[in-house]
């Protein structure tokens, strides 16, 4: 068996930070651009134009793409074949607060509010899987589009129909706070905290991908229609790009509820992956 190097952890997760905060993940730059070719309100058109500059001298400089660099959620999928001869919760968080030593800490106590001064600790989700390797899906979670975060414990006779109009209805009302265009994580199913953490971990699908399940898929489709007529557009300036895309994951639930949680990115994805 393998024993994990957490040394290496640590040192490629403050690498990753230290590039995702400064280098919009590439499908979603792409996305902007796509988006800002497409647009026909002048004014939107401006912002988008701002944007994808904003992202350009932010990655030629290496200075961050946004002011806020987020709360750092990290997804672990370690390999039960693995030997952890350490804490592997120490190295995440080590690796954190290296990455974060020129950025700006946004992390406190809810009750006092006083900053922890590295912006440790990270939401950290961790899963055992068949291998010997450790997988890392990290980003960094800026809060103009998480405090836009909705979560609803439908009964199942609203049905997939009140679904839909909530998630829509969530976009609508955030308007501009998020940051748009976003791009819209949804969890179905579970429990409450399980369609939180599925609507979060849908965030790091790529744009321009598609959902493996075609019934997804489908509703991805209908959903990003539907919230790019609502008009919100670019930084709230109308248009008709107000997402940029639309992720959904699910799971089982119980059968006298249907979970729904919608959390949103802002126009700007600073996600990466990597194995040791």
């Known amino acids: 068996m393998k024993t994990a190097d957490l040394n290496l952890l640590e040192q490629k997760i403050a690498e990753a930070i230290e590039y995702i905060a400064c280098n919009m993940e ?57 030997i952890l001869d350490g804490d592997i919760y120490k190295a995440v968080n080590d690796g954190v607060r290296r990455g974060y030593k020129m950025l700006r800490k946004s992390v406190l106590d809810p009750v006092t509010r006083v900053n922890t001064g590295d912006n440790t600790p990270a939401v950290i989700h961790t899963q055992i899987v068949e291998g010997e390797k450790i997988r890392v899906e990290i980003m960094l979670k800026g809060f103009g589009s998480e405090n836009m975060s909705k979560v609803y414990m439908l009964n199942p006779a609203q049905g997939l129909e009140e679904a839909k109009r909530l998630i829509i209805d969530s976009v609508a009302v955030a308007g501009s706070n998020p940051c748009p ?31 493996p399940d075609p019934e997804l898929d489908n509703l991805e489709k209908y959903l990003l229609g539907e919230i790019n007529k609502l008009g919100v557009g670019a930084q709230g300036f109308g248009g008709n790009t107000t997402a940029l895309g639309v992720f959904i994951e699910k799971y089982p639930t119980h059968i006298s509820s249907l979970p729904v949680a919608v959390n949103m990115l802002c126009h700007c994805s600073r996600a990466t992956s990597f194995e040791i």
């Open 181 to 211: 265009p976003v791009i819209v994580g949804v969890g179905l199913g579970g429990t409450l905290e399980k369609a939180c953490e599925l609507s979060k971990h849908a965030l790091f699908r790529k744009l321009g991908s598609s959902n």
């Open 26 to 82: 590439s499908s979603c730059r792409a996305a902007l651009e796509k988006a800002r070719e497409g647009e026909e309100n002048p004014t939107a058109r401006f912002a988008l134009d701002v944007m994808c500059d904003n992202a350009d001298i932010a990655a030629k400089n290496g200075f961050p793409v946004c002011q806020d660099t987020g709360m750092a959620v990290v997804f672990l999928y370690v390999g039960r074949e693995l």
